[in-house]
């Protein structure tokens, strides 16, 4: 509390932009969606979940500046992005999954012979 108040005494504001812990790993991933023009699975359910990491904290600015532009790049409003991401998640998608994980060769599955 003494902390708090020595710093209102010397101009420092209470609402600092902070850094968020993973903020340099998400920017990759938000650099990958600004140069996305045809949204897949995987960059429908990364931009709604960055929207709801980033929303409510207080601060990366920039990154949340660049979220909404891919929003208008795309031609989605917040309510359409999250209603795709519930449908996508509602189908069984998982992140990181493509479509052909859930079909293998089943070479890895054969019953063998040697014990």
Aim: charged fraction near 30%; include cysteine; charge should be negative.
């Amino acid at each position: 509390m003494r902390q708090a108040a020595g710093n209102r005494d010397r101009g420092v504001s209470e609402s600092v932009d902070q850094n968020h812990p993973l903020e340099a790993i998400d920017r990759d991933t938000v650099d990958h969606l600004l140069a996305c023009e045809r949204p897949g699975d995987q960059e429908i359910t990364d931009l709604a979940r960055l929207f709801m990491r980033y929303e409510p904290f207080p601060g990366a600015a920039s990154l949340r500046n660049d979220l909404d532009r891919v929003l208008t790049f795309w031609g989605l409003s917040r309510e359409e992005l999250n209603s795709k991401a519930r449908a996508l998640w509602s189908a069984g998608f998982r992140p990181g999954q493509s479509e052909a994980d859930g079909v293998g060769s089943g070479f890895d599955a054969q019953q063998s012979d040697s014990p």
